[in-house]
């Protein structure tokens, strides 16, 4: 649980898919007792994963607050072993919602609901990317140690030297290639690296609503990865101060 005098807003994103970037966010969510503010309209997105289909309601709860500006506190979905929810809705990626309303209203929300909020994004350049980005005390950046992904990464960090960046080596085999390790070293230079997270290929074929961090009778795997991500939730508490 997230133990700081003022409530983060902390963004997770990246400028490629398929690095476990809304994985990360929905247990950071979890492990931190904050609101996943789900920014993806990807049907493939934590809303979905939460279990909430944006398609059979008349409203949309994220695009409504948002239009209506900062004070307008929208509720949280609740679940039982699963974090705090306000869930996307594909609507989001016709919108022109500028990056200052939506880094305004993640601000105005941390603060009211006086809880971290954690907002997952779209990959790539988008306004609402942008919103959280700056308004963000710690962005969290998933890295895959291969290829293509440290070539994203680079161009990245480029971007965004200036802001809080937290690097998260994910999806780790047992033996990562050393060229990818080191090139992961050289390209973070001043910026922090957590610890990485494993990868559990299990967890692809794995349907799923509860968060792996709040599970109550967890297994052997399960204890194994919840672990790692409990680490990397005090990993990213310590860099929000």
């Known amino acids: 649980m997230c133990q700081h005098a003022y409530m983060p ?27 996943l503010v789900d920014l993806d309209w990807d049907s493939g997105g934590a809303t979905r994963m939460w279990g909430y289909d944006p398609t059979s309601f ?43 309303v939506i880094g305004d209203c993640l601000s105005s929300w ?22 959280a980005m700056q308004v963000a005390d710690l962005v969290v950046v998933p890295v895959i140690l291969a290829a293509r992904e440290m070539d994203a990464l680079a161009g990245m960090l480029n971007d965004f030297a200036g802001y809080r960046l937290l690097l998260v080596p994910n999806m780790v085999p047992p033996s990562p290639p050393r060229r990818y390790v080191e090139r992961l070293a050289e390209l973070a230079g001043d910026k922090p690296v957590a610890p990485p997270i494993s990868e559990h290929r299990w ?16 297994g052997r ?21």
Do not use: F
């Not at 239009?67 to 509720?75: D, H, N």
């Not at 009211?112 to 988008?126: E, K, M, S």
């Open 9 to 35: 807003v902390i963004t997770v994103a990246a400028t490629k898919g398929g690095v476990g970037k809304t994985t990360l966010a929905y247990e950071l969510a979890a492990a931190l007792g904050g609101v």
């Open 58 to 100: 008349k409203r949309a709860p994220l695009l409504d607050a948002v239009e209506a500006g900062p004070a307008v506190l929208p509720r949280p979905r609740r679940r039982r072993n699963q974090p705090d929810l306000i869930p996307s809705h594909p609507d989001l990626a016709a919108s022109d919602i500028p990056d200052l």
């Open 110 to 131: 941390a603060k009211q609901w006086d809880r971290p909020v954690i907002a997952d994004t779209h990959p790539g350049a988008n306004a609402l990317t942008d919103g």
């Open 203 to 218: 967890m692809r074929r794995r349907v799923r609503r509860s968060a792996l961090t709040l599970q109550p009778n967890p």
């Open 221 to 241: 795997q399960v204890q194994r990865v919840a672990g790692e991500l409990r680490t990397l939730a005090r990993v990213v508490e310590e860099h929000c101060v």
